[in-house]
């Protein structure tokens, strides 16, 4: 065991848990196992990837997309992701107006709301293999060299770039929920939402909120880990298993407990390839869901079981 | 002018099996109402459906002469309408003061402080311990604050379903003075309680309900005493 793991696991595991953040405000609002976030992940690195590839193409020749030192990309990259995460939020306001809205006025049980996420999951990911194809895409080919951090740890400026910008962007969800009204109606409507709408809060519009909250750091989960390795039509697919290990670790609704839960999956994952062995990446997940399911049900920060 | 009005109401949970049928009834404003009436008549599901929590399957419902029949929920909160639910009145995950927040948000963004300040000191147990959990409140408090919080909001029509269940002699006393102040305040007040002599004490006009319909109506003052009620309450109708 090497200290290379931390840095590793703690990378891996940002991407996991900004995704994880949004199934677990989904679940927690809307009351089901939303199948579509590992999708909304892909589809956000590929609209990134799109939009950064429009940019460098209509600006050829007038201003080259040179990478921004130290990083491996150049300044159509952050451009591209907030019109990325803008049109990733779209794509979930439109599939919960066409889906979900339609069967919640229905009443349906949540069972049918997470059959219907797992339909529209298959749909999207076949979306963008018939769009992009299956080959593997990249944000950048530029190669970077990991630059040592001490006690035997090395990491690329694009990584600690990926750390800092979790950080940030936890930290500011994390007041959002806590210190704003909009976070207050959050939880509100998460604990009773018929209550909510008697204390005068739009549900719709609270739901509309945690939309655009999940679907936004979807993409920079997506955009993240397409920067870092690459980017294909089954990469959320493949992370399904961890996003729901982090929120289930985590304890649903926590925000600080998603990430915390994405952290420990990606070192758990992170320590399995070192172990035993790359194939047994993705058991890792598994194992720390079912202990967690055994020992603690409500999770890490959970409110009980 | 009248504050709430009724007209030919019919709600419940399924339409073919309505638990309220054709309930007409006008409350002036200012006006205390109670609605009595045996278990299973259909008193708290009327009253749900007037918050907007139950579906109406025909007639319509006015708030101060408008027609609010269809409206959500949130938009009758909105229009001037409180409802304080039997159960669950509270978010108990959150402070008593974000409780009083959450309601606040009807009103103007310059009057919101102002108005948190005048319900916790109209409720001096709340004021003690503002950032506390709603959770870790007593049955009473937990009453106080529904009240607060509907009251801040400056409601026309408070909407009450069994304010004084499941509490200690001590704190339905508490309960109903609150009560008696905000009715003092010029509120109109609509309430449906079990503990009959103490609801009556409080109101001005009494109403019941049997089987989902409007069985009898007079003052209040009236009933008291009354052995009307007594079979009334056994499930025989009013001639």
Known sequence: MTPQLLVNGLVAGTTIGLGAIGLSLTYSILRFANFTQGDLIAWGAYLTLTVASAIAGL??????????????????????????????????????????????????????????????????????????????????????????????????????????????????????????????????????????????????????????????????????????????????FDLLLPLFAATILGGIGSIPGAMVGGLVIGLSEALAVQLLGAEWRAAAAFVVLVAVLILRPSGLFGRGA | MTALTLRDFVAGYDPDLPIVKDVTLDVPEGQVLTILGPNGAGKSTLI????????????????????????????????????????????????????????????????????????????????????????????????????????????????????????????????????????????????VEQNVRAALALADRAVVLVDGRLAHDAPAAELVGNPLLGQLFLGARAA
Not at chain 1, 68 to 80: E, Q, Y
Not at chain 1, 111 to 124: E, H, R, T, W, Y
Not at chain 2, 77 to 84: E, Q, S, T
């Open chain 1, 59 to 236: 600006l050829a020749g007038l201003a080259p997309a040179t990478p921004l030192a130290p990083f491996s990309f150049g300044w159509t990259l952050p451009v591209a992701l907030l019109a990325g995460m803008a049109l990733t939020v779209l794509l979930a306001l439109a599939l919960d107006a066409v889906l979900f809205a339609r069967l919640r006025a229905r009443g349906a049980d949540a069972i049918i709301l997470v059959m219907a996420g797992f339909g529209a999951s298959m749909a999207l990911r076949a979306g963008l293999e018939f769009i992009y194809t299956s080959a593997p895409a990249y944000f950048t080919h530029e190669l970077q060299i990991a630059r040592p951090l001490g006690l035997g740890m090395r990491a690329t400026p694009d990584q600690l770039l990926v750390l800092g910008l979790t950080a940030v962007l936890v930290l500011a969800l994390h007041l959002l929920v806590t210190r704003t009204a909009t976070g207050r109606a959050m939880r509100a409507v998460s604990e009773n939402p018929a209550l909510a709408a008697v204390y005068g809060l739009d549900v719709a519009r609270v739901v509309r909120v945690t939309w655009i909250i999940g679907a936004g750091l979807a993409c920079v989960a997506g955009v993240m880990s397409g920067l870092l390795v690459q980017i294909r039509p089954t990469m959320g």
């Open chain 2, 48 to 191: 749900r459906a007037v918050a907007g929590m139950v579906p109406i399957f025909s007639g319509e419902v006015r708030l101060s002469g408008r027609d609010v029949t269809r409206a959500p929920a949130h938009a009758l909160a909105r229009a001037g309408l409180g409802f304080v639910p039997q159960t669950e009145n509270v978010f108990t995950r959150l402070s008593i003061r974000e409780n009083l927040q959450i309601a606040a948000e009807l009103l103007p963004r310059s009057a919101r402080a102002a108005r948190v300040a005048a319900m916790l000191a109209m409720f001096p147990d709340l004021a003690a311990r503002p950032e506390a959990l709603a959770g870790s409140l007593s049955g009473g408090q937990r009453q106080m604050l529904a009240a607060a919080r509907a009251l801040l909001s400056e409601p026309r029509v408070l909407i009450l379903d069994e304010p004084s269940a499941g509490l200690s002699p001590k704190l339905v006393a508490q309960v109903f003075d609150s009560l008696r102040r905000i009715a003092q305040g010029g509120v109109t007040l609509v309430l």
